[in-house]
């Protein structure tokens, strides 16, 4: 059975940082593309990172660049994203998703977020000014 299931969220200043991990079970995740999307009330959900370490590929919205970093530790089957220098327009519920590895080289592609076929429950990170 397919599960991923996100943690570390939170609330925190300006400037602040939090990581969220997404621990899968049900399936080996270096196998997959692996991405993080996030939605704020009223918004699209909107890609933010996906890495696929078959292929040594990562991926970022512009808006995150510099300041999130997504990894993986293949023997934990874990997912995680760093965020750094936070700010307010970060504030979203955050999911982590899984789709075919091909799927991470369109990752910032609009529509993408239908390749993935696996989501966890989301976790709320709010970012205060």
């Known amino acids: 059975q397919v599960q991923l299931v996100e943690s570390g969220g939170g609330s925190v200043q300006t400037g602040g940082s939090l990581r969220l991990s997404c621990a899968a079970s049900g399936f080996i995740i270096r196998a997959y593309c692996m991405g993080w999307f996030r939605q704020a009330p009223g918004k699209e959900r909107e890609g933010v990172a996906a890495?696929?370490?078959?292929?040594?590929?990562?991926n970022y919205a512009d808006s995150v660049k510099g300041r999130f970093t997504i990894s993986q530790d293949n023997a934990k089957n874990t997912l995680y994203l760093q965020m750094n220098s936070l700010k307010p327009e970060d504030t979203a519920m955050y999911y982590c998703?899984?789709?075919?590895?091909?799927?991470?080289?369109?990752?910032?592609?609009?529509?993408?977020?239908?390749?993935?076929?696996?989501w966890g429950q989301g976790t709320q990170v709010t970012v205060s000014s």
């Open positions: 998703a899984a789709a075919s590895p091909v799927t991470c080289s369109r990752f910032l592609v609009a529509g993408a977020a239908g390749q993935f076929a696996y």
């Open positions: 890495i696929y370490t078959g292929g040594g590929t990562t």
